[in-house]
């Protein structure tokens, strides 16, 4: 059984820095791709961050320079460094691995404000 747990987000301001962390268990990173999603109230869900496989990754334009996605294949977990975090950052962000299908955790909780 596949499962993908989020951990990291909370209550942060402007300009601070927050690290989400994403545990897999019953599949490993290292073999899929894997991305980062958010979805703010009464928006789509959106990519924020993928990471592949071959090593490359890509963002999001809102956050590209601000945001690191990362990979720990021994942990098996996954990491979204966020940078200078911006009150439009405020969102639920959800791990996802692309492999057979697509698997999600239940996301966690990203508020920025002052």
């Known amino acids: 059984q596949v499962q993908l747990v989020e951990s990291g987000g909370g209550l942060v301001q402007p300009g601070g820095s927050l690290r989400l962390s994403c545990a897999a268990s019953g599949i490993l990173f290292s073999m899929n791709d894997m991305a980062w999603y958010r979805q703010a109230p009464g928006k789509q869900r959106e990519l924020v961050a993928r990471?592949?496989?071959?090593?490359?990754?890509n963002y999001a334009d809102s956050v590209k320079g601000r945001f690191t996605i990362s990979r720990d294949n021994a942990k098996n977990t996954a990491h979204l460094q966020m940078n200078s975090l911006k009150p439009e950052d405020t969102a639920v962000y959800y791990c996802s691995i692309q492999s057979f299908a697509d698997f999600w955790g239940q996301g966690t909780q990203v508020t920025v404000s002052s």
């Open positions: 990471s592949r496989i071959s090593g490359s990754s």
